[in-house]
Each structure stands twice: as C-alpha cells, then as structure tokens.
C-alpha cells in the first residue's frame, strides 16, 4: 500500500505436521480435486472441521510450512467465533469475518445529522505526525468487574479516568493510547511501541492481559510486531526481522485474529505466522507459511486474515487470493483478483455455504485498460460467483500519486438492505475523486453510485433504526463524513469534521470513534 507522508463430506483430523521441520511443496501434497467446483457439502460445515482438501489453484503457489513448535498440535481445539461471546469490538472489523456487524449502530428514526462529543489529541512527533492513519481502528471494550479489579490491582499505569468503557488505538506518533469512552480523556498511561502504527490493534478475546501491536514505518531498530501485558502495562514479546522470509518489507498493517488457541497474523513480509496465545501478552510462534505465486517473488499481506471454522483468507499486494487451512497452514486454494489488495475480505454464510468478497486497487497494472475489480467468490472452493470491474488509475497529487481503486474494506448490509453489499472506490472512469457505490450481493449488478470528494479509503460502517433501516457513514480524506440512506444511496449529511480520515471506526450503540490524520481521536454521534 502506497501512503503519502504529509500514507473451503468435512474431516476432523490429528497429528499433522508432528515431527516435521519443513514441507516444501511445489503445488499439491494433500487430496487433490482437479476442477474447482462448489460440490463440496456443506450440511454439517457447522459442527465439523473443513476437510483437507487442495484444490487445482494452488498448483499456482510455491511454499513451505515451517513447523516451530513440534511438541503442540497444531489442530483448532474449537471451531466457536470466540469474538460472538465478547462485548466490544476487539479486532478490524469486529471478528473473524471482518462483516462489521458484531457492531452495527442503533439509532431512532431517520437521522440526519453527525455530532462531535470529543476530541484527544495524540502527540504528533516524527515526520508521520500523529492522529491514525490507515486502517486506524480503535478497539472498544468494556471490561468485566473481574478484569477492573484485576487492573486495579496490578497496573501501574491508571489515571483518575480508567473506565470499564475503554477505547485502545495505535497512533502514528508511535505511541499506544487508552481512552475513557465517555469522556476521551486518558485512561491510563500511553505506550511507547517503537515505530508508527498505521493498522489496527487486537485484543485478546479471552481477556486474558494482551493486546496486540503491528508496527507500520521502520523509523528505528526492531521492527515488525509485538504484544503487550496490560496487567503490567507493557511490552512483553517482539517479533523483528525474519531471515527466511519471501520479501524484505516487514511491517504489520494486518490486524491479527484469533482462532482456536492460537493466534494468526499476516506480515507484510510474505510470511504468515500462527501463534500459541499464553495470555499476559506472551506468545509461543507454533508454525509459519511462506509462499509465491508464479515466481512472482513475495508477496506482502497487508489486508486482515477473514475466518471460517478453520479455514483462513487473505488477499495480498499481487491480487491475490488465498484459503489457508488453519490447522495445518496448507493453502487450500489460490484465486488471482489482478491487483494489489489491501481492503479486507469480507465473509458471509449463506444457506450453510460461505461467500467471500474482495476488491483490488490500480497499482501494479500497465498498459491503458487499468481496471478495478470486486469479487464475490465461494469460500469453500475459490470458485467465482460475480465479478464488477471498471476502469480506474493511479492520480499524481502534489507530486505523489494516489492509486485508483479499492482500499476500504466493503460493508455487508441487512435489514431493509440484506441484499446489498456497499463500499467505496477510487478514481473511476477518470475522477480524481472517489465514489460510493452499492451492489447487488446476488448478482453482483451494480445498484447505485454516489460521487465523494477526493480519496476514500475508511470503510464504510452501518447504524439501524427500529424499522432496521440501514444508515451509512463513512469518512474521507478530506475530512468529510457523509451520512448516507443505504437503499438508495441518498446523502443525508455532508460536512467536514477534521482534515483527513484514512481511519475506519468503530461504533457502539449510535455512537462512532475514529481516527484522522489531523492528529485527534474522535467520538460523534449520529441523531
């Protein structure tokens, strides 16, 4: 991702992998299906594992799994989404399948205004300022009585406004900070992480003292990722450089996820790893996969791991595709969308059968006929449902350029727009600016698009009234945040509330937090 400084019959198995260092693998080493088809049952997906299964794509691949820890299966002790049995919203997006709706908002009415509640100001040292950039999106929790206590006890780090209602953002002053929801004053001491964070932080589902960390600029020595003990408020475990990874480029925009007991998280270095959670922030590396795609050479991931039951997609800066098996870190298969992807997928089970979707910038493509393209793919087996593509490019602002295309990470609607899937692109057919566009999850046919200023890369989040309306509100960077009628696309609020919103929010209730570039965290409310 460029950024502008001032930027799938389901088998349970065991034991695999136990005793190897490497498998090296040139295409396909586990049951080989030779056409990608969506054969594959589906009736008992929801109380089994997802078979290990290779389908003919990853003939496209070559890599290796390297098995760190031969002592501890690496088989998911459970299949439960353990961010469905939390309050709060404790990684991008929400959860496993990066759907935002784990934190839809609930407004009366038919709103038509945006209102600012507060404001912290981060610090704003080096060259990248301070603020959040892309994706920038805070976690919300709040905290059991036992989990205050336990701060209570252990923290050195309280201030007179720790709350059990806490917003946790990594800003770009390389700094971690840790809000009072209320009122937006510090909650406790902020963090000194090393570097700027430009992704979005993670909290441990089970509570359990971590807090996760992915550095974003290498301005000092180490860099790449790291998790924090809340209870001792600090830094307790640091992954740098990776002599055996695919490309050089090591930071972490990827927000990590949770599955099972372990933990997943992608790297900019063309390596993604799988950790062992011990709580206290401790992390015990269990295996790591590394690959290329047609001697391409490696391939960052910066987009965020998508989950289903065990099995794990990401989209890296190539365009493409991958299904990972989690229990094993094997791709299942490879789907090539084209270009550099940097939005999240988006995962949705339909009729017992999981779908996801995926959309590419303008980046890597020559040639005159540079095209955006947004997918809608069956999970289980990379087979395509819909494709939309349309012309777009990369636009020089200011002496640097803006590449055209998808950034965000797409919007699932329900409601009065279950059949609607929302998200915004970049430079199309010829605009500098950016445009919100709805599609048709069905068909994929386009249903409307609404004109923006300049660029957007915020992903769009969703509010409901009792009628379960969907209202829509996104941000972009030129400081606007648009309130929008999700059925049809009219804008109902239009006005500029900071300077610059890379940042995606979180939201609770009618309330949202988000980050700008303008140095400040924001809360606004929608009425």
Not at 203 to 223: E, H, K
């Amino acid at each position: 991702m460029r950024f502008i400084d001032s930027k799938f019959v389901a088998i349970a198995f065991v034991g695999i992998m136990l005793g190897m260092s490497v498998v090296s693998c040139k295409g396909i080493t586990g049951k080989k299906t030779g056409v990608d088809s969506d054969s594959v049952a589906a009736a008992k997906v929801d109380k089994v594992m997802l078979p290990d299964t290779v389908f003919a794509s990853v003939d496209d691949l070559t890599y290796d799994v390297e098995l760190i820890d031969t002592v501890t299966s690496g088989i998911l002790d459970n299949l439960i989404n353990p961010y469905d049995t939390v309050p709060g919203v404790f990684t991008f997006r929400g959860g496993q399948r990066r759907d935002a709706r784990t934190y839809s908002g609930k407004i009366k009415g038919t709103p038509n205004r945006i209102v600012q509640d507060w404001v912290f100001r981060t610090s704003a040292r080096g060259s990248w300022g301070g603020g959040s950039g892309w994706t920038g999106e805070p976690v919300y929790v709040k905290w059991p009585k036992e989990q205050m206590d336990k701060f209570r006890q252990s923290s050195p780090a309280l201030t007179a406004d720790f709350s059990e209602e806490e917003i946790i953002v990594g800003s770009l002053c390389e700094q971690l900070y840790f809000l009072n929801f209320a009122n937006g004053k510090e909650s406790r001491k902020s963090i000194e992480v090393g570097n700027p964070v430009k992704g979005s932080v993670s909290l441990d589902p089970a509570l359990n003292g971590s807090l996760y960390v992915g550095q974003g600029i290498p301005t000092q020595s180490p860099f790449g990722h790291l998790s924090v003990d809340l209870y001792k408020h600090e830094r307790v475990y640091m992954w740098d450089r990776d002599p055996k990874a695919k490309r050089g480029w090591g930071a972490y925009d990827s927000s990590p996820v949770v599955a099972g007991q372990f933990l997943f998280w992608p790297g900019e270095n063309g390596s993604i790893y799988k950790y062992s959670r011990l709580g206290n922030g401790q992390l015990k590396m269990h295996s790591a996969l590394r690959y290329v795609v047609k001697g391409d050479g490696g391939a960052g991931i910066e987009s965020s791991m998508a989950i289903y039951k065990n099995y794990g997609f990401v989209g890296d800066n190539h365009g493409d595709i991958l299904c990972i098996n989690l229990n094993t870190m094997k791709p299942v298969w490879h789907y090539d969308n084209h270009d550099d992807i940097d939005g999240s997928i988006v995962l949705e089970v339909e009729k017992d059968v999981p779908y996801i979707y995926c959309g590419c910038e303008v980046d890597l493509q020559g040639g005159s006929d540079k095209r955006t393209h947004f997918v809608k793919l069956n999970a289980l087996s990379g087979t395509k449902v819909w494709e939309w593509s349309c012309p777009s490019a990369k636009v020089n602002v200011r002496d640097s350029h803006f590449d055209g295309g998808l950034y965000c990470t797409p919007l699932i609607g329900d409601g009065d727009c279950k059949n609607m899937i929302f998200a915004s692109f970049n430079q199309l057919d010829g605009s500098k600016n950016s445009e919100f566009l709805a599609f048709d999850k069905n068909s994929g046919n386009l249903l409307y698009r609404k004109p923006l200023t300049f660029f957007a890369w915020s992903s769009p989040v969703g509010f409901y009234n009792e009628k379960n309306e969907l209202y829509i509100v996104i941000g972009n960077s030129s400081g606007h945040l648009y309130l929008i009628r999700g059925k049809d696309g009219e804008i109902l609020f239009d006005q500029v509330m900071s300077s610059n919103f890379e940042s995606s929010p979180i939201v609770k209730d009618n309330i949202m937090v988000v980050g700008s570039r303008d140095g400040g965290i924001y809360r606004f409310h929608v009425e």
